[in-house]
């Protein structure tokens, strides 16, 4: 099956122009990456999606927690959170190749619902992004979805059934108790999201720690351990990261100097954004947007994408 996937995945490629980069799809939430090297680690933002590696192999950083994924191993992450992640094998005669394919809270639901046999939550909270195999059921689920870019009139009416399937195996499968915390109303992790989605709305504000508890209908402390749980960050920690990623995208896309960037995402201080800046990041920040752009640069020059 990972040769199938493999021969798939570079066939689209080569139709869009060959090359290496992120390759969209006329499925708006599949993507398909394609690499020739290892990459430098990429702090961003990973949405509820599936993460599957073909070829390759990747690792990712969220909070203390590291997780490394390879070939025909999928990364699964239930909540929007800040995390590095890199591609460290792939060289130009095997290239790093995997694909993304975010996933539908609503429509998960609907069909952990129609389980008969619904895995059992598990009890304690963990990470929302953990690492699992790809069997051949869920292999011949995304292997299908490839092979719909080929049509896609056909696309608004196969593709619904079909992610419908994912999540079946996903929710049967041997994390079928962690994944279907995700679509649980009133879970911990919904609840915890409902918080999240209003750190990401209102990030360059000051939000205590009550203001998110009261979203989440949880106590304060209760609030903060299953947070950090999920996340491996506190809410604070959390809200960092997201000012300072949209700092660099001002920066990087928008050209904003730095004091520019520091206000428009919360910073008081120039100088207290640039000490925080440079610990996530680990440099400076006008040296890492001239790193970036150069990278950008570098990288576009040998990369075709799809409009």
Same mark, same amino acid.
């Given at each position: 099956m990972s040769s199938s996937l493999l021969t798939?995945?570079?066939?689209?490629?080569?139709?869009q122009g060959g090359g290496q980069g992120l390759?969209?799809?006329?499925?708006?939430?599949?993507?398909?990456?394609?690499?020739?090297?290892?990459?430098?680690?990429m702090r961003?933002?990973?949405?509820?999606?599936?993460?599957?590696?073909?070829?390759g192999a990747k690792e990712i950083h969220f909070g203390e927690d590291r997780l490394d994924y390879g070939a025909m191993e999928c990364l699964v992450v239930s909540?929007?959170?800040?995390?590095?992640g890199r591609i460290v094998a792939a060289s130009p005669t095997e290239p790093y190749v995997g694909v993304t394919l975010d996933l539908d809270v609503a429509t998960m639901r609907e069909v952990?619902?129609?389980?008969g046999e619904p895995p059992i939550p598990v009890a304690n909270s963990s990470p929302c992004v953990f690492v699992g195999k790809v069997d051949e059921a869920l292999a011949d689920c995304v292997l299908r979805l490839?092979?719909?870019?080929?049509?896609?009139k056909a696309i608004p009416i196969l593709?619904?059934?079909?992610?419908?399937?994912?999540?079946?195996? $996903?929710? /049967?499968?041997?994390?079928?108790?962690?994944?279907?915390? @995700?679509? +649980?109303? &009133?879970?911990?992790?919904?609840? *915890?999201?409902?918080?999240?989605?209003?750190?990401?709305?209102?990030?360059?504000?000051?939000?205590?720690?009550e203001q998110l508890a009261e979203v989440a209908r949880m106590s304060p402390s209760s609030f903060h351990q299953h947070f950090?749980? $999920?996340? /491996?960050?506190?809410?604070?920690?959390?809200?960092?990261? @997201?000012? +300072?990623? &949209?700092?660099?995208?001002?920066? *990087?896309?928008?050209?904003?100097?730095?004091?520019?960037?520091?206000?428009?995402?919360?910073y008081e201080s120039a100088s207290q954004f640039s000490r925080e800046y440079s610990r996530t990041f680990g440099i400076a920040p006008k040296q890492d947007v001239l790193n970036q752009q150069r990278l950008y640069s570098e990288y576009a020059s040998r990369t075709v994408q799809t409009a």
């Open positions: 798939a995945a570079s066939a689209y490629i080569e139709e390759f969209p799809t006329p499925i708006e939430s599949f993507n398909i990456v394609r690499s020739f090297q290892a990459m430098m680690p961003a933002l990973y949405r509820p999606s599936l993460c599957v590696v073909i070829q909540v929007e959170l800040p995390a590095t952990l619902e129609q389980l490839m092979r719909m870019l080929a049509t896609p593709y619904p059934s079909v992610m419908r399937e994912v999540y079946y195996w $996903l929710l /049967s499968g041997p994390h079928g108790g962690e994944i279907c915390k @995700l679509a +649980l109303p &009133e879970s911990n992790i919904e609840r *915890v999201v409902k918080a999240v989605a209003m750190l990401h709305l209102n990030f360059a504000q000051t939000l205590r720690i950090k749980a $999920l996340t /491996s960050m506190t809410p604070l920690q959390f809200q960092k990261q @997201l000012r +300072l990623l &949209e700092a660099r995208r001002l920066m *990087v896309s928008e050209a904003a100097n730095v004091a520019e960037a520091a206000y428009k995402v919360g």
